[in-house]
């Protein structure tokens, strides 16, 4: 064998140890993240997206620092071998979070399916999805009064005298989010809805006013 096939043999060994225990490594950090939520460490904090990162920050330093002692005890690897795997580890249970569990905790579309399911032996017709989304999810599971509270601890509404406002951070992140939607063409409706309708009630206001003038008395 030549010593270019042997030198191959070898980097192939190395990188596939490489990658077996960065591997292991991302999966012990998302069993971290895991028994953190199970635990209910933070629990305190209402909401699951930012709960979630906090746990992830904690598991990433968790997973660094049992991951540098354990590759550099087991001489399997260096201490930054063990910060590389937990950054890897911290980018997937990063994804998976905002993937699956903040997806699953405030989802339309799980809301219908888990409905649906519940009625599994039941042919349901639109209007009936729709009103028990208005009853159920918007009334009895306060929809609207939750996600207000949401905002107002991330400073994107402010509150007074129970009326509500945009502040000025919310602002920035609809021109943020408005961005974010034209970058990757994503459906605007959602984010332009109130605009159109603002721009509507101006056009009657303003239609209604010139032909309350225009009417002779």
């Known amino acids: 064998m030549s010593a270019w096939a042997k030198q191959g043999l070898a980097l192939g060994r190395d990188l596939a140890i490489s990658a077996l225990l960065f591997g292991l490594i991302a999966v012990c950090g998302f069993g971290v993240l895991v028994a953190l939520f199970k635990a209910g460490v933070f629990a305190s ?12 920050a904690v598991a990433f330093g968790l997973t660094m620092l049992a991951a540098g002692y354990g590759l550099r005890k087991l001489r399997l690897g260096t201490v930054r071998d063990g910060f590389a795997a937990a950054c890897l580890s911290l980018g997937l249970n990063l ?30 017709e639109a209007r009936d999805i729709e009103a028990a989304f208005d009853r159920i999810y918007v009334r009895e599971l306060k929809a609207i009064d939750r996600r207000l509270a949401e905002q107002i601890q991330s400073g994107n509404v402010e509150t007074d005298g129970g009326t509500y406002a945009i502040s000025v951070r919310g602002r920035q992140f609809i021109t943020t989010a408005q961005f974010v939607a034209w970058l ?17 009630l101006a056009q009657t206001a303003a239609q209604t006013a010139a032909n309350s003038s225009g009417t002779p008395r």
Not at 45 to 56: D, E, H, K, N, S
């Open 95 to 124: 994804a998976f979070l905002v993937i699956v569990p903040v997806t699953v905790d405030r989802s339309v579309s799980v809301f219908m399916l888990a409905y649906m399911d519940a009625h599994a032996d039941e042919r349901l």
């Open 45 to 56: 904090v209402p909401i699951i997206f930012y709960r979630g990162l906090i746990l992830c």
């Open 184 to 200: 990757f063409d994503t459906d605007t409706r959602l984010l332009l809805r109130g605009v159109d309708e603002r721009k509507t």
